[in-house]
């Protein structure tokens, strides 16, 4: 095949040959997009070159083969001779996941046939810089399967040139486009030497925002060959030269901005996602010189205001989907676990899409999160019947006596006792299966159960209602029963073990993160405890792919440390035993009853993970075969693909490549939000507040701020701090045994967080949106849990007296 050929000769398909960019320009040119003329030199020519692969100096000093040369030679002739802009295009570049924006170079204005082919060694050469082969190993990308072509087109002289998005790179609205723009060539506004002017269109190209740039630089071709930088009066005069329908000193003209976006929004269209194109504009006609897909872009906005019903989902499911799936959770834990079970539930009630569909992906990854909108059936109307017949035919009280719990429990017993690591890949993947089956009782026990929890619960209410003690609700609920109330004190005796060795405590309190677990796992109880709880969850109850306490005992480790470092802090409640509880003996039948309610609620989800390590450990020994194999990096890549792609067999065709593919994208999306927290959260006026959010947990404390994004940093938390997180479970409530309050960014007064932070008697702020961004460790503020406003010390008149009393109580 020649190495060299026009641009035209490729499509979007000719990545192996002709490089990201020079496919992507390729496509174009079949569209009609008005694109400089030019040629490709392919992959195959820089494999033609004898040097060893990484020595970027070697390729900028190689000999061209003659045939070779000559043929550049031959193409440049084609082109005119004349000055032309060479730019590299490497096979991992300009594609979905991996932009590679400026990582390879770009020589414009070269002139001569002599310059040319320099240039043409320093693009190869600069496959190997270190900047390059620095992005290419945080993207996990293969060195070996790396190669790159060279794009050379005529150079366009621009009066204005730019960058278009075809979608807001901020706010991820794809109804509009943004164009930055500066006189002269484009290189000034990509490499980010000038504050260029800004524009925001729509798709018809009318200006909604204009933002004019400082103007500081214009790049122009020099005479002879190379570029030239105008700074100061130059470029103001540069800037006031750029007259006519192309550009202004002010602005691009209306004509060429209708254009740019009719462009844009074809070249989006045809891809199929929106675009980073660079453009240029020459005596009035636009060109395009580079498109590819834009890289890190925001999901879009939800359009409209959220209902009260979808906010309220929002938040729960802002909680339990704190980080980004894996494929492996979207295929496995997630349609079947805690999200499925409540899908399940509320069906039977005959309300549907409620828990599903709410995870939107792209190129095999999750990408945004869209509150669901729960669609009434028919059923609905005989629900209550339903809900009452179930209540009266299944007690809360002795759910654990029902055979199918029983069954449930042995059949957990049984599938966790096999040894993964003797089994054939077919086992493996029966085993998986079997461990997602599991969870089909615990559902239909919670439909049966459920009922009996919530009309406990209704009665309660409307008693305390009555009486006036409506308030009292929350607290009297907590008895510590449950299962988790239980790990807590269990947690709380290993501590004590701790702090009664004056010795162990000074080495736990000593050791750093990597050394805490050894000495943790030499403790009576503590194996016992892992064995008993090491099922729980630690991200999430919603995926398979975050390590549980068992997999990671240094989570446990941590909040050991945490609870040994001071004496326990006694709860806080309010003195309702005898107003309340203690009244009469109906009311102690509704407390009581209220309280199994609730126990059950926690110890179904409880019972709930049991299948989750198993399911996980079947996993990652299918991971660890495919990692020995050579087809996976690492034993965790596994969780890049989805289940029904290992039930191919380890030796399916594209595991790989599917694994990498799905990696650098979601790497691509770290940092972006699968939801704009402010449309669950909207953010009002809140004056001197640092952050805000809906009350939880009343109270007034001061103290210094500890951001805590995960169990990974659970040690860090110190009594007295104000803990600030992205969200909770159950598998943070020790810490708020230490904590004066807690701020969270996501859920609200029903949520985990809330319910034990009034049990402990902490203020509490939910639904702050971004409380983990604005406050930051050491930050000494005030959290009011009545008004739910978080603001700096001393802002309030009582910041003094509550910080009294919050010293007081330390």
């Known amino acids: 095949m020649t190495p060299v050929a026009p641009i035209s000769a490729f499509g979007r398909t000719d990545v192996a040959r002709a490089g990201g960019k020079g496919a992507n320009l390729g496509e174009l040119v079949r569209i009609g997009m008005p694109v400089p003329d030019g040629f490709v030199i392919t992959t195959d020519a820089y494999a033609s070159i004898d040097v060893p692969a990484t020595d970027r100096a070697r390729y900028e000093a190689a000999d061209i083969p003659a045939a070779l040369a000559e043929a550049i030679v031959g193409a440049y002739a084609e082109l005119g001779r004349g000055p032309v802009a060479v730019r590299s295009s490497a096979t991992a570049e300009d594609l979905p996941g991996a932009a590679f924006a400026g990582q390879q170079d770009t020589y414009l204005n070269i002139v001569g046939e002599r310059d040319l082919l320099d240039a043409v060694r320093r693009c190869w050469g600069s496959l190997w810089s270190e900047r390059a082969v620095a992005y290419r190993d945080r993207l996990g990308i293969d060195p070996a399967e790396v190669r790159i072509a060279v794009v050379v087109q005529t150079m366009v002289e621009a009066d204005a040139a730019g960058v278009l998005f075809t979608a807001d790179p901020v706010t991820g609205d794809r109804d509009h486009l943004v164009v930055d723009a500066n006189a002269g060539l484009g290189e000034a506004v990509v490499s980010g030497l000038v504050t260029p002017d800004h524009y925001v269109l729509d798709r018809d190209g009318r200006v909604l925002g204009f933002t004019a740039g400082r103007r500081e630089v214009v790049v122009r071709s020099a005479v002879g060959g190379g570029v030239m930088h105008d700074t100061g009066a130059a470029a103001s005069a540069d800037l006031e030269d750029s007259t006519g329908p192309a550009a202004s000193a002010d602005r691009l003209s209306d004509a060429v901005l209708a254009e740019l976006a009719r462009l844009g929004t ?466 943070w409530t020790p810490l708020f045994q230490r904590a004066a309050a807690v701020v969270v960014d996501s859920g609200g007064v029903a949520s985990h967080a809330a319910i034990v932070a009034r049990e402990y008697g902490i203020p509490a702020v939910m639904g702050t949106a971004e409380g983990t961004t604005v406050l930051h460790d050491g930050q000494v503020v005030t959290v009011d849990g009545d008004t739910g406003r978080v603001t700096r010390e001393g802002m309030n008149a009582d910041a003094d007296a509550a910080m009294s009393t919050h010293t007081e109580a330390a």
């Open 266 to 731: 074809e070249v989006a269209a045809h891809f199929g996602r929106p675009q980073d194109i660079e453009w240029a504009v020459a005596s009035g006609r636009v060109h395009l010189v580079q498109a590819r897909p834009m890289t890190a872009l925001p999901p879009p906005p939800l359009p409209g205001r959220l209902n009260p019903l979808r906010r309220r989902l929002a938040s729960v499911l802002m909680e339990y989907v704190p980080t980004r799936p894996y494929p492996m959770d979207m295929s496995t834990w997630l349609p079947h676990g805690p999200a499925g079970l409540m899908a399940r539930v509320v069906e039977s009630v005959g309300i549907h899409s409620a828990f599903e569909g709410f995870l939107r992906e792209q190129d095999g990854v999750v990408y945004q999160l869209v509150p669901p909108e729960p669609r009434p059936t028919l059923r609905v109307l005989i629900a209550p019947f339903l809900l009452l017949s179930r209540a009266r035919r299944h007690d809360p009280a002795r759910w654990t006596e029902d055979r199918r719990y029983r069954e449930y429990r042995e059949r957990v017993r049984e599938l966790a006792g096999r040894d993964v690591t003797a089994m054939s890949w077919t086992e493996l993947i029966d085993v998986s299966h079997e461990a997602l089956a599991l969870v089909e009782p615990v559902a239909d026990l919670r439909i049966d159960y459920l009922p009996g929890a919530g009309v406990a619960f209704a009665r309660l209410f409307a008693a305390l209602k009555l009486t006036g003690h409506s308030s009292a609700f929350g607290d009297l609920l907590m008895d510590g029963r449950s299962r988790t109330e239980l790990a807590n004190r269990e947690l709380e005796a290993l501590a004590d073990q701790v702090r009664a060795d004056p010795e162990l405590a000074a080495r736990v309190a000593a050791a750093e993160t990597a050394e805490l677990l050894p000495v943790m796992q030499r403790m009576p109880g503590f194996t016992a405890f892992l064995a008993d709880h090491g099922h729980r969850e630690s991200a999430s109850p919603l995926f398979v792919t975050s390590p549980t306490w068992g997999d990671a005992p240094e989570i446990v480790a941590g909040l050991i440390k945490v609870l040994a470092a001071e004496p326990p802090t006694p709860r806080e409640r309010p003195p309702v035993a005898g107003g309340v509880a203690g009244s009469s003996a109906r009311m102690r039948r509704l407390v009581e009853r209220a309280r199994v309610g609730m126990a059950f609620r926690e110890d179904s989800h409880y019972e709930f993970m049991r299948p989750l390590p198993i399911l996980r450990r079947a996993l990652l020994e299918m991971g660890r075969r495919l990692a020995a194999e050579g087809v996976l990096d690492r034993a965790e890549d596994v969780f890049h693909l989805r289940l029904e792609e290992l039930e191919e067999g380890p030796d399916a065709a594209g595991l790989r490549s599917t694994a990498l593919a799905r990696a650098a994208r979601r790497e691509e999306l770290t940092g972006v939000r699968m939801i704009d927290p402010r449309a669950v959260f909207p953010i009002d006026d809140t004056g001197d507040a640092l952050a805000s959010g809906e009350p939880a947990s009343g109270g007034r404390v001061t103290g210094p701020v500890r951001v805590i994004h995960g169990p990974e940093e659970f040690g860090r938390l110190v009594r007295g701090d104000v803990l600030v997180c992205p969200y909770t479970n159950p598998s």
